[in-house]
């Protein structure tokens, strides 16, 4: 279990209020992995929604022709959130690897004590879903926007 202050000096966390805070705070764990270690592989079954404190992450996908794995994006901000994939359900795995690039702190979030809490406590629940909808959101812009930036006009359709 984490203190809530840990948790109020990272970016993803500041939007929440206090009581909020200290709900996840409950159920959030820090770990530490070394150069080089796996934090997720995909395919696997989420289980926790990481929290970057330090360090550097490859987030990994094979390739379909199997000739290794590419590079899909590089978690390096404080605050910055991933394998969010734990918070939609067993159903689901996670779509990609992690993999530190360089010794890491993370604050893990348990993605069945998260649901729990979310099913327990509504009203917070949709405070705390809320944010992690506004994050997913970003992401998704910015995916966007990088895709926009690397294609030339007119090669993707709107139909």
Do not use: N, W
């Not at 289980?47 to 390096?76: F, T, Y």
């Not at 404080?78 to 918070?87: C, D, M, P, R, T």
């Not at 993370?106 to 009203?123: M, S, V, Y």
């Amino acid at each position: 279990m984490e203190r809530a202050e840990t948790l109020e000096h990272l970016t993803f966390f500041e939007a929440f209020v206090a009581s909020d805070r200290e709900r996840l705070a409950a159920i959030a764990t820090r770990r530490s992995f070394g150069e080089g270690a796996t934090i997720f592989d995909e395919g696997d079954e989420p289980g926790s929604i990481r929290v970057l404190e330090s360090g550097l992450v490859s987030l990994r996908q094979k390739q379909k022709d199997g000739l290794g794995d590419v590079q899909m994006m590089i978690i390096r901000d404080s605050g910055s959130v991933f394998g969010i994939a734990a918070l939609v359900g067993e159903e689901h795995v996670y779509p990609h690897s992690a993999v530190c690039l360089e010794d890491t702190e993370l604050i893990e979030i348990d993605g069945e004590r998260l649901l729990a809490l979310l099913h327990a406590e509504p009203e917070a629940g949709v405070r705390i879903l809320l944010r992690f909808a506004q994050y997913i959101s970003s992401r998704l812009t910015g995916a966007r926007e990088q895709i926009r930036s690397r294609i030339r006009p007119g090669l993707i359709s709107h139909g």
